[in-house]
């Protein structure tokens, strides 16, 4: 079984930055591929950064490319999301999610564990 805890959300003013963590436990290794995904109120779940197992591969939505980092310090089974330049469309639910591909996806269907989610509220 594996858990992911994610943290690191609250309100923020646009134009602010945030940093989200995704802490891992449970049945999980280095190898697996991370992801941050985000659902706002009435919307589908969608991609916004993956990051493969190495840490070396890296890929984003349009919508936060040159805004939003993401990265992973493995030793603690961390997966971070540091957004800058946050707007009202970033408003949402983000979730982390384990995928044990060993590269990204974009895709949801690729993920089997995923954390509880986080809010991010942007005021305009």
């Known amino acids: 079984q594996v858990q992911l805890v994610e943290s690191g959300g609250g309100l923020v003013q646009a134009g602010g930055s945030l940093r989200l963590s995704c802490a891992a436990s449970?049945?999980?290794?280095?190898?697996?591929?991370m992801g941050w995904f985000r659902q706002a109120p009435g919307m589908e779940r969608e991609f916004v950064a993956t990051i493969s197992a190495s840490g070396l591969n890296t890929a984003y939505a349009d919508s936060g490319k040159g805004r939003f980092t993401i990265s992973r310090d493995n030793a603690k089974k961390l997966v971070y999301l540091q957004m800058n330049n946050l707007n009202a469309e970033d408003t949402a639910v983000y979730y982390c999610?384990?995928?044990?591909?060993?590269?990204?996806?974009?895709?949801?269907?690729?993920?089997?564990?995923w954390g509880q989610g986080t809010q991010v509220t942007v005021s305009s």
């Open positions: 449970g049945r999980t290794s280095s190898s697996y591929t």
């Open positions: 999610a384990i995928s044990p591909r060993p590269v990204g996806s974009r895709y949801s269907r690729d993920y089997n564990y």
